[in-house]
């Protein structure tokens, strides 16, 4: 039977996250931790159009933008097909079974550049499924499904942050008091120091997807076995309250040091989780007066990083060059502050 004009399209949009200072700290082998973030555009999008018909084969049609041509989805559980993030996350909110779904997914943000362009994608994903579904989910609930699809269902390593940074956008401070409970609290600061952040910010894109499972796998093993309260997971917490409070204060010189020492507490846990490539950034930007630096994410080689600059803009583009000029791989990937978390919309077309 051939698919009806569809009845609804449900636009959903999550931002992705930088400058997570504090990360590792929001991980079922620490325990507990604290974590200072920030949201920022470009968002990860996802549009369903929502109609009645097809066939059970194609009950569920994904086109993941990025990646390739539209499949029909098969699999409802394990062995996944080609996107199993993806699939898992259709799965989870077991969407009425009378419907037939074009779920169509892009970002602008590269994947594997450690600014949680994955669980942007999730947070989008369910949230807008959820529109098809009674009830409605709770920014804090959207990235709770998210993060259990990952590790429940996936059975990978994943920590909190990422999501509830996407599903609340904006600054956020999130202490995990055991995991993975968390609050979050929103860093509400003035319009002009919200702008001078923004101006300020920089995302390095390394010019290359990170893959470290197997290091990470290696820096878990020997951070479950040092425990909770281990030397170097203590040192992250701590660069999370240091970078909330010189923010309430407008410090950027405070929180261009809580970037530089939450990325060497980082490299404390283990040296390659600051890459090479991360390595030239950081001296260029050392060189060029940049206030301090975070490799985005858990790190590794390839990903990204986020500067800080001074407050002269000049000073700013002509770092970008520089960097640009060190290696044609490395890119400024522009970004913009996040006052919204996840976004669902619906248009019914009658």
């Keep these: 039977m051939k698919p009806e004009r569809p009845l609804a399209v449900v636009n959903s949009v999550a931002p992705i996250r930088i400058c997570d200072n504090g990360c590792w700290t929001d991980t079922w082998f620490a325990g507990h931790g604290q974590v200072f973030n920030v949201a920022v555009y470009p968002y990860a999008e996802v549009q369903i159009a929502v109609s009645r018909g097809g066939d059970a084969a194609d009950r569920v049609v994904l086109h993941p933008e990025n990646f390739g041509d539209a499949y029909p989805v098969r699999h409802h559980a394990a062995p996944w097909g080609p996107h199993p993030l993806l699939e898992a996350a259709l799965a989870y909110m077991n969407v009425p079974g009378d419907l037939r779904l074009e779920v169509t997914i892009h970002s602008e943000a590269p994947a594997g550049a450690g600014t ?12 807008a499924l959820d529109a098809l579904t009674p009830g409605r989910l709770t920014a804090h609930e959207v990235a ?188 400024n990937i522009p970004t913009y502050l996040s006052r919204y978390g996840l976004r669902v919309w619906r248009q019914d077309l009658g």
């Design 116 to 127: 949680g362009t994955s669980a942007a994608v999730t947070v989008a994903l369910v949230g």
């Design 144 to 331: 709770a499904a998210a993060q259990r699809v990952e590790t429940e269902m996936l059975h990978r390593q994943c920590g909190i942050q990422d999501q509830l940074a996407s599903a609340y956008g904006g600054i956020n401070y999130i202490e995990m008091f055991a995991y993975p409970r968390a609050s979050v609290s929103p860093v509400r600061v003035p319009d002009p120091v919200w702008w001078e952040l923004e101006r300020r910010l920089l995302l390095v894109y390394l010019g290359k997807s990170h893959d470290s499972s197997a290091l990470h796998e290696q820096v878990i093993r020997s951070l479950e076995s040092a425990g909770p309260d281990s030397p170097a997971i203590a040192s992250l917490r701590r660069t999370a309250p240091r970078s909330r409070d010189a923010l309430y204060a407008g410090d950027f010189a405070a929180l261009g040091r809580a970037m530089t020492e939450s990325t060497e507490a980082q490299e404390r846990l283990h040296p390659a989780l600051v890459g090479t490539e991360a390595r030239r950034v950081i001296d260029v930007a050392r060189a060029h007066g940049a206030l301090g630096w975070k490799v985005n994410g858990a790190g590794g080689e390839g990903g990204s990083l986020t500067l800080l600059c001074g407050e002269i803009s000049a000073a700013k583009r002509a770092l970008v060059r520089a960097i640009e000029q060190e290696d044609p791989a490395f890119r």
